[in-house]
């Protein structure tokens, strides 16, 4: 299963539990509000009942209540709900108030209950009250009841604040969470962003201030990009060594076979020179791609240099061997274009190319065809180097396994397939990109695309 991001995990287990908590802060205090609202009710129940117990009186040794002005005044019923009373004596003759408002079933002295009256649920107090007159007991039952509407409406106010006040914390709650989670994971997202920027072959440490948490983990990575660097380093110094030591005997062979009295008359004397100068010519591009390999290269000694000049540079050494080889060659090479780079491998990348038009860009009969042109321009941002010939070009399905060592398409060609291999990793290494197209009506042309 997937992992899910940091940011919503901390999101996640922080706004549920946040949600949960709130929910149970709601549910205490308005369960708490409530109970208080029903206790103030039921005082003002009490007040009016206590008014009443003041009415009643003992004349000619009946208990009667003192009619006159008699109004009950609850404070809470603002005008909205309706109050109902009734007082009986001993004998449940009734002394005043409304008729059959109905009784708890108990034996308690007092007692506040729900019940329904005239068709309204009403909250009553029922109180069995007792008066001591000349050593004789009276008893009577007061009950006053109320009707729900006052209290239902000042519970649903309560609710509605209690609900608009979580809401508000929740919310609150939940920004301040984002906000903390951002803040939080920061450090991690700022490393997420340098690594991203990273080119895929910078071996480099990461040297980025990183959270405690994944210090330990930064720690081992850089370990192993210093383990894989040195392999890199190894491997291609190997390469270099190899086409190294090959070269001298390579080149003692060549001047033995051109002295070599025997062979001096021999048919077979100019198919050695041409299998040592292929042999020469593959250790060189050897040892050229193990130089620059983007994983092992050190672009530290990368500078600001005149890609106009260099491309000039290139051209006068390159136009007497075209010219001698039967093409023609047009310069279209814009002044003054600065990039970053490495001189000494741009000059090989370009002779690559042109080395490739040279050799390619033939007929049948082996004969040249058309013009070579070196160009170089600015087009927004971006730096265009290309080489262009006009010959037969390479069939599209190759166009994608064609940087691949050692992949040539005719082998009866002198090549060791690595040129082109060699200009993408030089093109890599200048963090250009490398783009090969067929043109029309035919040939080829390599661009070499850099950010300027
Ligand atoms: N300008 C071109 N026109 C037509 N085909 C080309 C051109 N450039 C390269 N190719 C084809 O692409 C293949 C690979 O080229 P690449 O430069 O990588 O190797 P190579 O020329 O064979 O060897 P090397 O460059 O190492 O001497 C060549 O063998 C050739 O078939
Ligand atoms: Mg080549």
Avoid at 311 to 333: M, R, S
Avoid at 394 to 418: A, H, M, Q, V
Wanted: with cysteine; charged share 25%; glycine share 6%.
């Amino acid at each position: 299963m997937k992992i899910k991001s940091i940011h919503s995990r901390l999101l996640t287990w922080l706004t549920i539990p946040l949600g949960l908590v709130s929910f149970l802060a709601f549910l205490i205090i308005f369960f708490l509000l409530s109970r208080n609202v029903n206790q103030h009710f039921d005082n003002a129940l009490l007040v009016a009942e206590k008014g009443m117990e003041e009415r009643l009186y003992v004349k000619d040794g009946v208990l009667r209540f003192a009619l006159p002005h008699f109004g009950i005044d609850i404070q809470t019923s603002g005008g909205e709900g309706s109050v109902f009373f009734s007082v009986e004596d001993g004998n449940k003759r009734r002394l005043v108030g409304h008729e059959d408002i109905p009784k708890p079933h108990t034996t308690k002295e007092r007692m506040f209950y729900n019940t329904m009256y005239a068709d309204q649920e009403v909250r009553a107090l029922y109180v069995k009250y007792e008066m001591y007159r000349n050593t004789k007991v009276y008893n009577a039952t007061i009950i006053v009841a109320e009707t729900l509407e006052e209290r239902r409406a000042l519970i649903n106010e309560i609710l509605l604040i209690t609900i608009g006040i979580t809401f508000l914390i929740v919310f609150i709650a939940i920004i301040a969470s984002i906000f903390a989670v951002k803040k939080g994971i920061e450090p991690l997202v700022n490393l997420q962003y340098f690594i991203k920027q990273r080119d895929i072959h910078d071996l480099t440490p990461i040297e980025e201030e990183v959270p405690q948490e994944v210090d330990s983990l930064i720690k081992s990575i850089n370990n192993l990009f210093i383990k894989l660097k040195n392999s890199f380093l190894h491997v291609e110094n190997f390469n270099a060594d190899v086409s190294h030591q090959l070269r001298t005997p390579l080149c003692e062979l060549k001047v033995l076979i051109e002295t070599d009295k025997l062979l001096k008359s021999s048919p077979n004397k100019n198919q050695y020179l041409n299998i040592i100068d292929g042999m020469a010519h593959t250790t060189q591009q050897l040892l050229l791609a193990a130089k620059t390999n983007p994983d092992a290269f050190d672009r530290d000694w990368f500078k600001p240099l005149n890609l106009s000049e260099l491309c000039q540079k290139v051209a006068k050494e390159k136009v007497p061997f075209i010219h001698e080889n039967g093409f023609e060659f047009a310069y279209e090479v814009s002044e003054n274009i600065w990039i970053n780079g490495g001189p000494i491998v741009l000059q090989e990348l370009l002779s690559n190319l042109i080395d490739n038009a040279i050799k390619y860009a033939i007929d049948e009969d082996k004969k040249p065809i058309g013009t070579i042109t070196l160009s170089l321009l600015q087009k927004d941002d971006a730096i265009i180097l290309s080489v262009e010939d006009e010959g037969y070009g390479i069939p599209n399905e190759y166009l994608l396994n064609i940087y691949d060592r050692f992949f040539r398409l005719d082998t009866r060609k002198e090549g060791s397939g690595l040129g082109l291999g060699i200009v993408k990793q030089i093109a890599e290494l200048h963090r250009a990109l490398v783009k090969i197209e067929n043109k029309k009506p035919q040939g080829l042309k390599v661009s070499i695309i850099f950010k300027s």
